[in-house]
């Protein structure tokens, strides 16, 4: 007999002695406590333990719910962000109130910051020991999206106006803002548009399969740049036809966001892909047209010499 069955014996013994006052003696009346006694011995032995199958199995039924309806509410609040999106880069703000200046940079930055910490390898070894790794891309999509969100609520604007085009450049220039948001997703159909949401590793996640090796693309947008993505976005801060002060900090906080973005981009490419990609990057360079930093080609390694 095993220790758990031994355990459950005696209240097993007392439900039985009180429910067979009446059963067969054989004559001996001594003889019913053995009889019952045998019979929860029995039962005991042959009815499986189930108190800890329920919890587990209920535990994993909650966590499937949960992340089913994060992912299914990350792709939604990720649609709903990119109409905002597109309405504030092409009107801009709609409140102007006092000390506008400090309050749209600390927002502008606000979003920079959470977006390249989440994506840095240390974070994302973290956040490994607390959620599936499938959920990792969901989240990184969810915070960009309510860092957006906040930014687009609180943002002060500003009267003050550097430039205000019309007729003809107006036009020119709105034309290469909607070109700019082609060339955006374009872009990253290429790269993988699941990738960039979480969807395709949630996906994985919630039929419970493996996800193959992300492909390294260098067609497409990706055989003129290393970056079309960041590219893209900054057609969408620059061409405006009317450059208040506000959208003026905007465009220099993002841009500079942009130009380091790419330079630790090419360090977690250069980690999980390796030379492959960094004889892709002595060929092609990060954005075109730069000569110099983070964007430019990589310089090829000094070829080997036969010993």
Known sequence: MNTASARLI?????IAIDHVPNAPTSGNPASAPNVAIRNAEHASLTTPLRTTTAPKASARTLRRTAGITFGIG?????????????????????????GWWWMDALLATGFAIPHSVLLAPPTQKWLRQWVAAGMLGCIHCGVTCISLLVMFHYWRGSEQVLWRASGIAEQAILGCFYLSWVAL???????????????????????????????????????????????????????TPVMTWDHAILTAVWTAYIYAGSYFK??????????????????????????????????????????
Do not use: C
């Open 10 to 14: 005696p209240n097993a013994i007392d």
């Open 185 to 239: 997703l374009y872009s990253l159909y290429w790269t993988g548009f699941g990738y960039q949401t979480g969807l395709t590793q949630w996906w994985y996640w919630f039929t419970e399969s493996k996800p193959p090796r992300r492909p390294f693309v260098t067609g497409g947008p990706f055989h003129y740049m290393r970056h079309p993505v960041y590219m893209s976005f900054l057609g969408l801060i620059w061409f």
């Open 74 to 98: 990350t792709q939604l609040l990720f649609l709903v962000t990119v109409v905002y999106l597109f309405l504030f880069l092409r009107y801009g703000g709609t409140s102007l109130r006092q």
């Open 266 to 307: 090419d360090k977690r490419l250069l980690r999980f892909i390796g030379e492959e990609y960094y004889e892709y990057g002595t060929r092609i360079a990060g954005l075109p047209w730069i000569g110099f930093g983070s964007l430019r080609k990589f310089k090829p390694r000094p070829a080997a010499t036969a010993s």
